[in-house]
C-alpha cells in the first residue's frame, strides 16, 4: 500500500535522474569520508544520496517532504568483475520508472552492457537486487531494502 505523500514518485525519479550523474561506484579505491548528493524543490521536497566506498560500497536515499522523513532505500554493492562502467550504471539509473522507482529499470542494455533489477514489495516496503553484466558475464551487484518512514 503506498502511504506517501501526493507527488513522492515524481519526486523521486526527478531526483534520481538529476543526481545520477554521479556514479556511486567507481573502479577505485574505497573513500573515508561519504559523498552526498543532494536535490530538492521549492515545494518542500528534498532527497539526499549518501556513500561510502567505491568497490565496495553502501549507502542511503532519504526523502523528505516539508521537515520529516517520508521515505529511505539502503543499498549495499561489489564491483565483482572486469569492465564494469560506472557511467553505464549512471544511465541505468536515469531510467527508472514511475511503477518501480527503486533503483533502476527492470533492464536496461547499451551494446554488451546489461543493468538488472529484480524487486519485491511495492514502494512502502520492498527490496531487492540489481546486477551489471559485461557480455554476459557479472560485474557487479548490488542488494537493497527501503520503503516508507513514519
Same mark, same amino acid.
Given at each position: 500500500?503506498?502511504? @506517501?505523500?501526493?507527488?513522492f514518485r515524481q519526486f523521486l525519479i526527478r531526483a534520481r535522474r538529476a543526481t545520477s550523474a554521479?556514479?556511486?561506484?567507481?573502479? !577505485? =579505491?574505497?573513500?573515508?569520508?561519504?559523498?552526498?548528493?543532494?536535490?530538492?524543490?521549492?515545494?518542500?521536497?528534498?532527497?539526499?544520496?549518501?556513500n561510502l566506498g567505491g568497490m565496495r560500497l553502501t549507502g542511503q536515499e532519504?526523502?523528505?517532504?516539508?521537515? =520529516?522523513?517520508?521515505?529511505? @532505500?539502503?543499498?549495499? !554493492?561489489?564491483?565483482?568483475?572486469?569492465?564494469?562502467?560506472?557511467?553505464? @550504471?549512471?544511465?541505468?539509473?536515469?531510467?527508472?520508472? =514511475?511503477?518501480?522507482?527503486?533503483?533502476?529499470?527492470?533492464?536496461?542494455?547499451?551494446?554488451?552492457? @546489461?543493468?538488472?533489477?529484480?524487486?519485491?514489495?511495492?514502494?512502502?516496503?520492498?527490496?531487492?537486487?540489481?546486477?551489471?553484466?559485461?557480455?554476459?558475464?557479472?560485474?557487479?551487484?548490488?542488494?537493497?531494502?527501503?520503503?516508507?518512514?513514519?
Open positions: 500500500m503506498d502511504t @506517501l505523500p501526493p507527488g554521479v556514479c556511486r561506484a567507481e573502479s !577505485g =579505491p574505497a573513500e573515508s569520508a561519504p559523498r552526498d548528493v543532494h536535490y530538492e524543490e521549492d515545494d518542500g521536497w528534498r532527497y539526499t544520496d549518501s532519504i526523502v523528505w517532504k516539508n521537515g =520529516p522523513p517520508v521515505w529511505a @532505500l539502503n543499498y549495499c !554493492g561489489r564491483v565483482v568483475g572486469d569492465n564494469f562502467s560506472g557511467e553505464f @550504471l549512471a544511465k541505468a539509473l536515469r531510467h527508472v520508472t =514511475p511503477d518501480a522507482p527503486y533503483r533502476g529499470p527492470i533492464e536496461y542494455q547499451k551494446g554488451p552492457l @546489461l543493468y538488472c533489477n529484480m524487486f519485491a514489495g511495492d514502494i512502502a516496503w520492498f527490496y531487492g537486487r540489481e546486477e551489471m553484466f559485461a557480455s554476459g558475464v557479472s560485474v557487479y551487484e548490488c542488494i537493497y531494502h527501503g520503503g516508507a518512514v513514519r
